[in-house]
Structure formats: structure tokens, C-alpha cells
């Protein structure tokens, strides 16, 4: 073989695995990709029954129910909405009522969810970022209060 | 005092760094070799004045000193001794003080590797390599700085977040950041060999111990990463694709690229730019995740109270280093000598194809990782890219290089014979097929991807026997000649056979856990949970106090198939000072697999929530990262990497003033 058509060779081979991967991610984008919501976001954006998502809010006061092998039901709410998710398993250790949490699971119909597993990844201030996000949105966020102590 | 005088220390180390930064490339650039000289005796003070800082925050840990705001914080004077050790760590202001001492025990290391360095490359090197430390010691005193003092003193400390207190904090930070830290020095010497504007076989020769040393204790830290997780958060996972796990697995995936590239580039002189390149993207995914664990941008375990000036901080020094190598190299790369070319088929053609392939899988990592969080800042919209992306994209560009892998390892140099290599490989392939069929025959209605995952894996681990084999032993020669001559082959090839062995038996525990199996139920004290062939018997639940948690234990009895096979306990804990609950799991190993429970919160009828996992194999997946890391490590004691590289007196440059 020439150089050149060495060359060619592996400008080809290089072309044919990124084309590859290129067209896994667009795909993967269009397939897997799984978008945070809130209560009033599902209404706000008639999102389909069957849509997977990620569900985040506050787990309303008194509303958690356990029924017969760690059969959950709980509501999660914002400052409009509330949705009612239902959740076999574990709770996580930082799970409260009042507190934040984000579930991910498919949403049944505009006010059920079933949640495949369900989150309370962060830090001592109990609350996941996406979920102050929102609530600081709304204009109800009071979470300075049980902020990290800062450096003066 | 001591805190007084490690903040000291600090600031010393920075002005020693400003030294070690300007005077040798002052130095190199006018050839003066008293200049360049300055660079190792700088690089030594630097390490020991860091060094002296460190242990002035490990002393404050050690006697509780309250006073100090970072211990406050993050230690409480009832905390075991182990956690108020690793405690200096297992915190922002404290983990960017270790991550900048490691900065300089490597620059300490190439300073005193100054006979098989040449002087030049040494005293370059080392002035990158101080501009890196600038910025973090700069990061460190202007926003992080673990030496504040509260006023009044505390008198009790707030201590350590329940999931750091664990052996795991003790081992994974330093490992990780050895192996994160590590390759600033493969991207120092790259970017010593763009500014010099020269590069050779021997430069590839000095730079390969670093970076296989760097890779194996990378290998090591994310595996550490892992089982920590595995165990500590109850889950049962090993590896989320969480971003932050993703952040340290793009550098592993462009390091081990660079490990391979260099090899190319030491054997034939070829792939010089590219290695170059690789270098400096390797390192700056290393800054890239750092930047994502320690701004804040992401939420988890690893990030520390959350400061935006300090993510602007990491996200300036990340544009500043990033930018400004890739900027050196478009402007000196098209300077350096193109080496040869070379046929497809030949071990550099496999090694173009592995790193084609590893590049091409880290960038879909990247793409993963990064499109939430730029998505995020362009529309405000908020998703998330989980497992079910990674396992679509990575997997299909990591399973080809997998296969490929025997082949490659098998070929030849220079020029291969494609048809040959794949002869020697026959019974590799048969016995792993063969071994495939019968799995499936005896798992027929048991997922599909275990079998072909565990053949896979051991495809690789054949392969790489073969290869021992086949060098050492032909029909015909002895036992004892084919031992002799195993012995005789070159620590690299052992090191190449066994880390590739150690890929396969990763890959043979990943596969497995598709054979899995989940339970989850309510138990009263007696009661069984059965979740396939194992079950378990709640025997007791049992408080306890100790010294900075209570918790509540749960025994259980493990059978299989009815017989017993042991116990294990599982715990819910809560961290007093805090009031912070954590789960511990309980794990009873049974040969390579384990049975894995864990348990929530009581129910109003007096049962509590246990999870039942059985985890065929999953030990695997550790065993074949430190398998991994040993390889490398072998491969580092390889004679050609001990002895150094012999320079030709006519290859010299005419002005290099030899070493006194």
C-alpha cells in the first residue's frame, strides 16, 4: 500500500466508528434522555401518561402511607400541584415528610406516578438542587435558614 | 502557631512555585544551566513546604484543635482516630490541599529523577508543572483556605458526614488523586516537548512510567470509588453513571489510551502528535472533573459546601489550562517531525484502533455528562442522562474493542498477518465459544447477556494466557525450557497479559450480574425472605450506642437452598451530632459472589423493610481492577523502564550540558 492509501485507510476507519457513535448518541438522546419535572410542570406541559420522568417536589406532610411488603404511596407537591406516587422498595435514609426528594419512574396518569426508585442524593441541607431550583422559582424558597454554616 | 505557620508554609510554597515556574523556562529558553537548575532544588522546596502545610492541618485534626474552622466543621473530638486522620481529606478546603500535595510529590519525584531526564525536558517540565500549582495553591489561599480560625473558639465540632466514616475515605481520595494528579505530569512533559519543539522515541520512553503508574492507581481509586459505593449507600449498585462517577472515568478511558499511544510512539516513533494530544486531553479531563465534583455544579456526596466563587475559581483555571495547552499545541504542533506510517494490519494498527475506539468511547461519556449541564445553562430545561444512554452508546463501542483485543495483543509489529494471528488464537476462540453454548444451555431461560458477557470475559482472559503460552511454549519443547523462557519474557509482556486478564475478569463480573437476583419484603423477628435460591431469617434486632452514632442492627440468617450458610448484619445508624441517618449494609461473601441486605424503616406492625440481593460473581469486578493495576504496575518494573533510556552521544543536541 501506498502512504496515501494508508493514510486513507485509517481517515475511513476513523470516519465509519465516529459516524457510529454519532449516530448511538443522537439516537440515545431521542430515547433515553429522561426530563425533571415538577407538580405543575406535568400540568403546565400535558406531559403524556407512559412519559418516563423524574419527579421532583416537597413529600406533603402526613401523606405517606406503607401498606404490606414495602408497598409506598406518598405526594409530592409544589406550590400548585400534587402528585400521587406510588413506590415499592426502600426509602432512602434521607427521605422525610416536608423535605425534598426526586423519583424517577413513569407517570400513570396526570396525578398518579409509579416511581422505580426514588432519591434523596445530597447534601445536609435536604433539599436536591433541582427542587430549590423550583421552589426558588416560585417564590417559596426558605431554605437559608438550614443552609451549611459559611466560611465568614 | 502550627496552623499559623502551615497557612505560612502555603504561601511560601507559591512563591517557591512562581520560581519554579519562571526561572527554568527562563533558563531552557537562554540555555543556561545554572537557570535550568533552579527548577529540581525549586520543585523539592515547594514539595517539602506543602508537605510541612499538610501535616500542620493533620496536627490540628489530631488535637481537635476547634479553634481552626475547617476542623470544626468537619471533625467532632469523639470521632475515631482513623476518620480524624483521613477527616483532613474528607473535606473541600482539605481535599484541594492533598490534591496540590500530590501536585508536588510528582514534581519532587521528576526532580530527583534528574539522571535519566534530560535537562531541558526536566527543567520545562517542571515549569509546567509549577504553573499548575500556582493556580491551585492561588484557588486554595484565595478561596479554600483549611487554616481559617473561628473567633470564639467551638467548643465542640460539627463532625464528619456519616457516609465519609469509613475506611473507604481513607483510601480512595489519595488513590484517586495519585492517579488524577499523575497525569499533570504526562501533561507537563507534553507540553515541555511543545515548547522545546522536539519529541522522540526518548521522550516517549521517560513519560511512559508516569503515566501506566498514573493509570494503575487511577485503575485503583475508581475501583476503590466503587466498592465503597457498592457497599456504603445500601443500593446494591457498583457503578451509576453519575456524573461524578463519569468524571473520573473519562480520564481513566483517555489515560489508557495514552498508556497504549506511547508505547506506539516508543517502538516506532509514530503517533507523536496524537500522543502529545492525548496527553493534554487526559489531564485536562482530570481538571474537567474536578472542576464537576468540587464547584458544586453537581449534587452529591463529593461536593462540599457549595461556594460559587470557587466554581468560577476551578472553571477559570480549567479555561486557563485547557485552553492555553491546546492553544501551544495548534501552535507548535505542525513544528514537530511527523513520524512513519505503518500498515493497518500490525500491533500499531491494533493499538491506533484501541485508542480510535477509547477516545471515541470517552467522548460519549463527555456528550453524556456535560449535555445535561449545558442543556441546563442554554434553556434552563433540567434532564437527566442515566444508565440507559451509557449502556446504548458505550456499550457498542467497548464490546468491538473487547473482541478486537486478543487480535491485537496477538499481532506482530511492523507487519502482521491477520489470518496467522487469528490461527494462534483458535483454541481461544473455540473454548471460549464452547463455553458460552454451555452456559447458555444450562441457563436456557436466564437472560442472554450474562452468557455472552462471561464468554466474552473469558476470551480475554484465554487471550491473554495464550499469548504467555504461545511465546514461551511450541510443540515439542519441554516443560522446563517453555518455564524458562516464560520467566525470560519481558516484565512489559507479562504486565500487557496480565492487565488485559484483569479487563476479562471484569468483564466476566459485570456480565454476571445479570444473573442477579432482587428481593425486598417486610420482616418480623423469624420470618424468611426468599429471593431465588437464597433466603434469609430475621433473627434479632439489636441497638447499640457507640461513641458518635447509635443504630439499630439487624441479624440475619443466610441459607441456600435451605442450608445455612452464615450471617450478616445490617444496620440503620444515626449520627448524633448531625442527625444524620445512614444504612449500612450487610454482606456474607460466598466464594466469588455475595449475598448483599440491607434494611429501611420500621413498619407501624413492627416489621422493617429488608432488601435482599444475591450478586453471582460481582467480586469479579474488583479482583479484575486490581488485576488491572497489577499488570501495570509489573509493566512499570519492565528492565527497558528501569534502566533508562540509552541516548546515542550523536543524538544529543550539541549545546546539553551533561548532568553534574
Request: net charge positive; proline share 5%.
Amino acid at each position: 500500500m501506498t502512504r496515501k492509501q494508508r493514510r486513507l485507510t485509517l481517515i475511513g476507519v476513523a470516519g465509519c466508528v465516529l459516524a457510529v457513535a454519532l449516530g448511538l448518541v443522537l439516537y440515545a438522546m431521542n430515547d433515553t434522555i429522561v426530563f425533571f419535572n415538577s407538580p405543575v410542570d406535568i400540568q403546565a406541559k400535558s406531559v403524556q401518561p407512559g412519559t418516563r420522568i423524574r419527579l421532583g417536589g416537597l413529600v406533603k406532610e402526613g401523606s405517606v402511607q406503607r401498606g404490606a411488603d414495602q408497598q409506598i404511596t406518598f405526594e409530592v407537591m409544589d406550590a400548585e400541584a400534587v402528585i400521587k406516587v406510588n413506590y415499592k422498595g426502600l426509602l432512602p435514609d434521607l427521605f422525610r415528610e416536608g423535605q425534598g426528594v426526586v423519583a424517577e419512574g413513569i407517570l400513570e396518569s396526570p396525578s398518579a406516578f409509579r416511581a422505580d426508585s426514588v432519591l434523596a442524593k445530597h447534601d445536609e441541607n435536604y433539599m436536591p438542587r433541582e427542587v430549590a431550583d423550583t421552589l426558588k422559582k416560585q417564590g417559596h424558597w426558605q431554605g437559608e435558614a438550614n443552609a451549611a454554616p459559611k466560611t465568614q | 502557631m502550627l496552623v499559623e505557620a502551615g497557612h505560612f508554609a502555603l504561601a511560601l510554597a507559591l512563591g517557591l512555585s512562581l520560581i519554579q515556574f519562571l526561572v527554568p523556562l527562563w533558563g531552557a529558553r537562554a540555555n543556561d544551566p545554572v537557570l535550568m537548575a533552579v527548577a529540581p532544588t525549586s520543585a523539592l522546596a515547594v514539595f517539602a513546604c506543602i508537605v510541612f502545610s499538610f501535616l500542620a492541618l493533620t496536627y490540628a485534626y489530631l488535637a481537635s484543635d476547634f479553634s481552626v474552622l475547617n476542623v470544626v466543621q468537619n471533625s467532632h473530638s469523639a470521632k475515631p482516630l482513623i476518620y480524624k486522620i483521613s477527616g483532613v481529606w474528607g473535606n473541600h478546603e482539605g481535599s484541594m490541599l492533598l490534591w496540590v500535595l500530590i501536585l508536588a510529590l510528582f514534581g519532587a519525584v521528576v526532580a530527583i529523577s534528574r539522571n535519566s531526564i534530560p535537562m531541558r525536558l526536566q527543567a520545562n517540565t517542571l515549569a509546567v508543572q509549577a504553573a499548575v500549582t500556582i493556580a491551585f495553591l492561588l484557588f486554595i489561599l484565595m478561596t479554600s483556605n483549611p487554616f481559617t480560625r473561628v473567633v470564639p473558639a467551638a467548643l465542640e465540632g460539627q463532625d464528619l458526614n456519616p457516609l465519609l466514616q469509613d475506611p473507604g475515605l481513607a483510601i480512595h481520595p489519595p488513590l484517586l488523586y495519585i492517579g488524577y494528579v499523575g497525569f499533570s505530569i504526562s501533561f507537563a512533559f507534553a507540553c515541555a516537548a511543545l515548547i522545546d519543539g522536539r519529541i522522540d522515541a526518548v521522550w516517549a520512553r521517560i513519560v511512559r512510567p508516569w503515566t501506566l503508574g498514573a493509570w494503575a492507581f487511577l485503575t485503583l481509586g475508581i475501583a476503590m470509588g466503587s466498592y465503597w459505593a457498592y457497599y456504603e449507600l445500601g443500593w446494591g449498585g457498583w457503578w451509576f453513571w453519575d456524573p461524578v462517577e463519569n468524571a473520573s472515568l473519562m480520564p481513566w478511558l483517555a489515560g489508557t489510551a495514552l498508556v497504549h499511544s506511547t508505547v506506539v510512539m516508543e517502538k516506532r516513533d509514530a503517533l507523536k502528535v496524537w500522543t502529545i494530544l492525548l496527553a493534554i486531553l487526559t489531564f485536562s479531563l482530570s481538571l474537567l472533573g474536578t472542576f464537576l465534583v468540587r464547584s458544586g455544579v453537581l449534587t452529591s456526596v463529593h461536593s462540599f459546601a457549595v461556594d460559587p466563587e470557587r466554581g468560577t475559581f476551578i472553571l477559570g483555571i480549567l479555561i486557563l489550562f485547557i485552553g492555553g495547552s491546546l492553544a501551544l499545541f495548534a501552535w507548535r504542533a505542525p513544528m514537530l517531525k511527523q513520524g512513519g506510517l505503518f500498515a493497518p494490519v500490525s500491533r500499531e494498527g491494533a493499538l491506533v484502533v484501541n485508542n480510535l475506539f477509547l477516545a471515541t468511547a470517552c467522548a460519549t461519556v463527555f456528550i453524556g455528562t456535560l449535555y445535561p449541564l449545558a442543556l441546563e445553562v442554554l434553556t434552563g430545561e433540567k434532564i437527566s442522562v442515566g444508565a440507559p444512554f451509557f449502556n446504548f452508546t458505550f456499550l457498542p463501542l467497548i464490546v468491538p474493542l473487547l473482541l478486537l483485543l486478543p487480535l491485537g495483543q496477538t499481532l506482530a509489529w511492523k507487519r502482521g498477518n491477520f489470518l496467522g494471528t487469528a490461527q494462534r488464537l483458535y483454541a481461544v476462540f473455540g473454548l471460549s465459544i464452547l463455553a458460552t453454548i454451555a452456559m447458555f444451555a444450562v441457563t436456557y431461560d436466564g437472560p442472554m447477556a450474562a452468557p455472552l458477557g462471561i464468554g466474552l470475559g473469558l476470551y480475554l482472559v484465554l487471550g491473554s494466557l495464550n499469548e504467555i503460552v504461545t511465546r514461551a511454549w511450541s510443540k515439542g519443547t519441554p516443560l522446563s525450557v517453555a518455564w524458562r523462557k516464560a520467566r525470560g519474557l519481558p516484565r512489559s509482556a507479562w504486565g500487557t497479559a496480565i492487565a488485559h486478564a484483569g479487563v476479562g475478569l471484569t468483564v466476566i463480573g459485570i456480565a454476571a450480574t445479570a444473573w442477579g437476583i432482587e428481593a425486598i419484603g417486610s420482616l418480623k423477628v423469624g420470618e424468611r425472605l426468599k429471593g431465588g435460591d437464597y433466603e434469609v431469617r430475621l433473627e434479632r434486632v439489636v441497638p447499640r450506642v457507640e461513641a458518635n452514632y447509635r443504630e439499630e442492627a439487624a441479624v440475619l440468617t443466610v441459607f441456600s437452598s435451605g442450608r445455612e450458610l452464615g450471617t450478616l448484619e445490617t444496620m440503620k445508624r444515626l449520627y448524633v451530632t448531625r442527625g444524620m441517618p445512614t444504612t449500612e449494609a450487610g454482606i456474607l461473601t460466598v466464594g466469588l459472589g455475595q449475598v448483599y441486605a440491607s434494611i429501611g424503616d420500621a413498619q407501624p406492625d413492627g416489621s422493617i423493610g429488608v432488601r435482599l440481593y444475591h450478586k453471582p460473581l460481582v467480586l469479579l469486578i474488583w479482583i479484575g481492577s486490581l488485576v488491572m493495576a497489577i499488570g501495570g504496575g509489573i509493566s512499570l518494573t519492565d528492565r527497558r523502564l528501569r534502566i533508562g533510556a540509552p541516548v546515542p552521544a550523536k543524538t544529543m543536541p550539541p549545546n546539553a550540558v551533561p548532568a553534574e
